[in-house]
């Protein structure tokens, strides 16, 4: 039996997406679960604001799972690159000469190895830190991004029966002010605040 990955993975998304509609139909006026929301965010980023209804977030959070996932494999591909052009540099392999590309075109390879020898292999590091620097700031981004669409759709789904009733209202009218220290009153506003 060969099930190939993208087939299953077409699967387990259909499953689950019909789950929460399903969940959404049958219980939706009794009650909205924010254990529900954490566990299909955590499953699968943006099915638990699919799960509140709050579907215009799911782009934001792909969106940022993209340019996270392209800033890792840029900064990781540089990464490499220097770490293979410092290491081949510092052991001077006639074989290995990745470090051939990073040298600039006015200068050739002998006028680097005895000029310039202590500034081209800090620049090659300094480049590799760099960029593993830069890869590592990536990776916590994109951690930070899944724990974040995590708490927005448990919040979400905290306040997803949250009434708030159209007969809010504050209002500001002068009013005198009872002055206990000179028994006299005093020119004031009044703040009523309606909730109900």
């Known amino acids: 039996m060969n099930i190939n990955l993208k ?6 998304l259909f499953i689950l997406i019909n789950q929460v509609v399903k969940s959404q139909q049958v219980d939706e006026t009794i009650s909205h679960s924010p254990h529900k929301a954490t566990f299909y965010s955590a499953i699968l980023p943006g099915l638990g604001q699919a799960y509140n209804k709050k579907y215009w977030k799911i782009p934001i959070v792909y969106a940022g799972i993209g340019a996270l996932s392209y800033a890792i494999n840029f900064n990781s591909k540089y990464y490499k690159k220097y770490k293979s052009a410092y290491r081949d540099w510092i052991i001077n ?5 990745s470090y051939l590309e990073f040298i600039p075109s006015n200068l050739t390879e002998e006028e680097v190895r005895t000029e310039h020898n202590v500034w081209f292999e800090e620049a090659l590091n300094s480049k590799k830190q ?10 916590i981004g994109m ?4 724990v974040l669409q995590i708490m927005d759709a448990a919040v979400d789904a905290h306040f997803y029966n949250f009434d708030i009733s159209d007969d809010l209202s504050l209002n500001v009218s002068p009013g005198l002010i009872e002055n206990t220290a000179e028994a006299l ?6 703040l009523k605040i309606r909730i109900m």
């Open 130 to 139: 760099r960029y593993r620097r830069y890869r590592d700031l990536s990776y």
């Open 7 to 12: 087939t299953f993975t077409s699967f387990i």
């Open 93 to 97: 392999d006639p074989n290995n000469k």
């Open 185 to 190: 009153p005093v020119f004031g506003l009044k």
């Open 143 to 146: 951690t930070a991004l899944y």
